[in-house]
């Protein structure tokens, strides 16, 4: 019996697809064997040797201690793409709210207190006028699930779309619609683009990357879009550009005390993913990566461990993580060689400084082997599943 921890209220639709004869889910465990969440911050959370994984329903993981659980042998899954469809349409709408003033539009007719509205409509609707998205260019930074989807749909209305993105999966260059054009770095993408839309995750090499030195590049009143991450922006040249018309409008999905109140800054609450489908879809995403993992030793999505899938022949498998280092697949199968274990299939990946072994055998194993194993420098984490 597998026992999961929901640190956020998970989808029924996603918890649904866990077989109750086979885990327990609570919110509260002090040694469960799977983390289930959202936005909880676990980074003062003590984490138990009991833990074997850790499944975020979103993409963003920066509430997660990555490290932390990389040292622990904790594989941490995320669920890229399971709410693009959501936060490509805020995007859409956060670029045709930087443009027509339908914000303030609407506040001026809700706060009305003339007495003749109709009239009035006619004498003030100047004031809200703004361009509109057709015929202008948009340049989308990162072509993941979200920024692919938000160019085509830019590109549907009529826009003309540049995109920047130097590590494009194969996945979304092939979804990614043929008018979309390339930029040759992200200096040529900022000097012409109308309205930027950005959709990079936070890292270490992404955080404020957006400062004075990307605003000087860009054209005079451009129209900024942020549904990706609010680490993303250096918030002092931000509101410089924003007072000195570089940026006429920024739309975020990131409210921040520095912005607050500033009259070009639309802030909405993190509304990216808050939709019932894309709650639904990161839900079974996340479970059924996490399902996969406990039962099967297979990685699908994990920001931490790298990509390993190997279908089970019905035997018992081993999984082994280790570091990276030369001879550490000779010395886990000598072991297994000299109990006379023999090895059915394997399979061994690399992510970084990390490693990650299915090895299938066509006998048992004893524990005192598998603590043999556990005993081999390097070794960072051995289960057993049979």
């Not at 202008?136 to 979200?146: D, E, F, Q, W, Y």
């Not at 603590?371 to 057993?384: N, P, Q, T, W």
Request: charged share 25%.
């Amino acid at each position: 019996m597998f026992k999961i921890q929901t640190l956020n209220k998970i989808s029924t639709i996603g918890l649904e697809q866990f077989h109750f004869e086979n885990y327990e889910i609570a919110s509260e465990f002090t040694a469960p064997d799977a983390i289930l969440l959202r936005s909880a911050d676990m980074h003062e959370m003590d984490l138990s040797e009991n833990i074997k994984a850790i499944a975020r329903a979103g993409a963003g993981i920066n509430n997660i201690p990555i490290d932390k659980c990389t040292e622990k042998g904790i594989v941490v899954f995320n669920t890229p793409g399971a709410n693009a469809n959501a936060v490509k349409e805020l995007a859409i709408c956060g670029m045709l709210l930087s443009s027509r003033k339908i914000l303030q539009g609407a506040e001026w007719t809700k706060n009305y207190t003339g007495t003749d509205l109709t009239g009035d409509v006619e004498k003030n609707k100047s004031s809200f006028k703004g361009p509109e998205l057709m015929g202008k260019t948009l340049g989308v930074i990162g072509l993941g699930a979200i920024g692919m989807l938000t160019a085509n749909a830019a590109e549907a209305l009529g826009m003309r779309v540049v995109g920047f993105d130097p590590y494009i999966s194969i996945d979304s260059a092939w979804k990614l619609s043929k008018n979309v054009e390339r930029a040759i770095s992200l200096d040529a993408l900022l000097s012409q683009a109308d309205y930027l839309s950005l959709h990079v995750p936070l890292a270490k090499n992404t955080k404020e990357f957006m400062n004075a030195d990307r605003f000087r590049v860009m054209k005079d009143g451009v129209r900024l879009i942020n549904f990706a991450r609010g680490g993303l922006m250096h918030k002092g040249d931000l509101i410089q550009a924003l007072d000195n018309g570089k940026i006429s409008c920024f739309v975020t999905d990131f409210p921040d005390d520095a912005l607050q109140g500033h009259d070009k800054v639309i802030a909405l609450p993190h509304l990216g993913a808050s939709t019932p489908e894309s709650e639904d879809n990161c839900a079974v995403m996340a479970v059924n990566q996490l399902k996969d993992y406990l039962e099967n030793g297979n990685i699908r999505n994990s920001v931490n461990f790298p990509e390993s899938v190997m279908p089970r022949n019905g035997g018992t498998r081993l999984i082994i993580a280790n570091k990276n280092i030369p001879k550490m697949v000779g010395q886990i199968t000598n072991v297994l060689a000299e109990r006379d274990i023999n090895i059915s299939d394997m399979l061994n990946k690399h992510h970084g400084d990390l490693a990650y072994n299915i090895i299938d055998i066509d006998d048992t194993i004893a524990i005192d082997d598998i603590d043999k194993i556990k005993e081999i420098e390097g070794v960072i984490m051995v289960r057993l599943i049979v």
